[in-house]
C-alpha cells in the first residue's frame, strides 16, 4: 500500500496497522495480538502506552476502529481515489510557525501540523534548519521534560515525544545539523524518551541517535548523555522483547555506544555494560533471534568478552556456551566467526573456568569445533577453532559420552 497509514490506524507496540483493534481499560487501543503477547509472554500488567498499571487485563474489541481502517484501506487500495497532499510550507511562513510553537499552549497539535508539512516538503527541512528550527525543537523538548519531571499532566511528555518525532523528519546530515542535536538540550531529552517514551517516540529517538552518530564521525555523542542510563534502558526494551522494530534499534544503538569510547575508556566501558546485566540480555536473546539479531548480539558479546568481567559474566550463565555453541554452522558465515571469536574469548584467552569447558562438550559445541575444520571457512576462524582443540582436547576426551571417532581425531590434532 503506497499511502502511508494514518498514525491512530498503527498498534502503538508494533507500529503496524492494525487488524484485530482491541481497548484496554485505559483507553488506549492495540493490536489484539501484540497486546496479548506484552500481557502472558512477558507477564506485564501495565498499559504500554501509558505505563499506568492496569486495573485488570481484559480487552473490549474497538468495532468502529476496526470499520473505519477497513474502510481506509479500500479507499487506499483504490486507484480511482485521490491522494490527499498537503500544501508545501512557505519559508516566510516558517518563523512565525516557530514561533507559534513555542507560545501556543497546544504544541502536540502545532508540532502534529508542522510533522506532516516537513514529512512531504523535503525544501522546508532545509528551510527548517536555517531558521533555528532545531534549536526550538531543543527548548521544546526541555520545557516539556522539565513540565513532565515536576508532575504535570502526560500532555507535557507528549509534546517532548511529538518534538523527536518532527526533529527525525531531517536527514541530519550536515555538520550545522549535527553540532546542533549533539547540545545537551536535545541530546537529554533523546535518553529521556528511550527510557519511557512509548514505542513510537523510542523509536524517533533511537533513529535519531543512528543519524548522529553516522554524520558525526569521530566525535563521541555519548559524551553528553548518561550512557548508563541509556544502556539499562536499551537493555529492558531487548529483555521486554515486545517490538522487533525496537530490538533491533536497541542493538544497534548498544552497538554504537559499546565502540565510541575512547580507547583508553573502551575497557571501562565494557565492564560498565557488563555490571548492568549486558550479558545475560544478550545471552538470552541467541534462541528466537533472526539472522541480523543474531549477528549483532554476538558481536556485541565479542566485544564484552575482552574484558574479564565480561568472561566471568558469560562463563556463570547456565545457557551461554549451548547458545553461542549453537549459532555456530548454523545462521550465517558472519555468524559463526563472531561465535567462534565469543568461545575462544572464553576458553583461551585467559584461563577458563571448568564449567566452560564441560559445557562446550555438553552443548555439541566441540563437536560443532571439529567440523569446522572440515569446511570451508575463514583462516582465521580455523585457527582459533583449532586451538581450542588442542589447547582443550586432552580434557574432552576423558569424558565417556565423548564419541570414539572425535576423541581420535582430537589426538591427531596433539
Request: net charge neutral; glycine share 6%.
Amino acid at each position: 500500500m503506497a499511502t502511508e497509514s494514518p498514525q491512530l490506524f498503527l498498534c502503538p507496540i508494533s507500529m503496524e496497522l492494525m487488524e484485530d483493534p482491541v481497548t484496554v481499560s485505559t483507553g488506549v487501543t492495540y493490536e489484539r495480538r501484540s497486546i496479548e503477547r506484552w500481557f502472558f509472554k512477558y507477564g506485564k500488567t501495565t498499559c504500554p502506552a501509558t505505563m499506568q498499571r492496569l486495573a485488570s487485563l481484559d480487552l473490549t474489541p474497538n468495532h468502529t476502529l476496526k470499520r473505519v481502517i477497513s474502510s481506509w484501506r479500500d479507499r487506499a487500495s483504490s486507484p480511482s481515489s485521490p491522494t490527499d497532499t498537503l500544501a508545501p510550507m512557505a519559508r516566510e511562513r516558517l518563523p512565525s510557525v516557530l514561533a507559534g510553537i513555542e507560545a501556543t499552549p497546544f504544541k502536540v497539535t502545532a508540532l502534529k501540523s508542522l510533522r506532516s508539512c516537513m514529512a512531504v516538503d523535503e525544501s522546508a527541512q532545509d528551510d527548517f534548519v536555517a531558521c533555528d528550527g532545531i534549536q526550538v525543537l531543543g527548548r521544546v523538548m526541555v520545557q516539556a521534560l522539565a513540565e513532565s519531571s515536576a508532575g504535570g499532566d502526560f500532555s507535557a511528555f507528549r509534546t517532548c515525544e511529538e518534538a523527536a518525532a518532527v526533529l527525525d523528519t531531517l536527514p541530519l546530515s550536515e555538520n550545522a545539523s549535527v553540532d546542533l542535536v549533539l547540545k545537551p538540550e536535545c541530546m537529554r531529552p533523546m535518553v529521556a524518551l528511550v527510557q519511557r517514551g512509548s514505542t513510537e517516540a523510542r523509536l524517533h529517538a533511537m533513529s535519531i541517535l543512528d543519524k548522529v552518530s553516522k554524520a558525526s564521525g569521530g566525535r563521541n555523542w555519548t559524551a553528553v548523555v548518561d550512557v548508563d542510563d541509556m544502556v539499562k534502558s536499551l537493555l529492558d526494551l531487548l529483555s521486554d522483547g515486545a517490538s522487533s522494530k525496537l530490538s533491533s534499534r536497541a542493538l544497534d544503538v548498544l552497538l554504537d555506544v559499546t565502540a565510541r569510547s575512547p580507547s583508553s575508556g573502551r575497557a571501562r566501558r565494557g565492564k560498565d555494560v557488563v555490571e548492568v546485566g549486558a550479558v545475560r540480555v544478550l545471552v538470552e536473546l541467541l534462541p528466537d533471534a533472526d539472522r541480523h539479531v543474531t549477528e549483532r548480539t554476538l558481536l556485541l558479546l565479542k566485544r564484552l568478552c575482552k574484558c574479564p568481567e565480561g568472561r566471568l559474566a558469560f562463563a556463570e550463565h547456565g545457557l551461554a556456551v549451548a547458545a553461542v555453541s549453537r549459532t555456530v554452522l548454523r545462521v550465517s558465515g558472519l555468524a559463526t566467526r563472531l561465535a567462534v571469536n565469543v568461545l575462544w574469548l572464553v576458553s583461551c584467552a585467559a584461563r577458563p573456568s571448568e564449567k566452560v569447558l564441560d559445557d562446550l562438550v555438553t552443548s555439541g559445541g566441540v563437536a560443532k569445533l571439529l567440523a569446522l575444520l572440515q569446511v570451508e571457512s575463514s583462516a582465521s576462524t580455523k585457527e582459533k577453532a583449532g586451538r581450542m582443540l588442542r589447547v582443550h582436547g586432552a580434557f574432552w576426551r576423558q569424558y565417556p559420552c565423548f564419541p570414539a571417532d572425535l576423541k581420535d581425531y582430537l589426538k591427531f590434532l596433539n
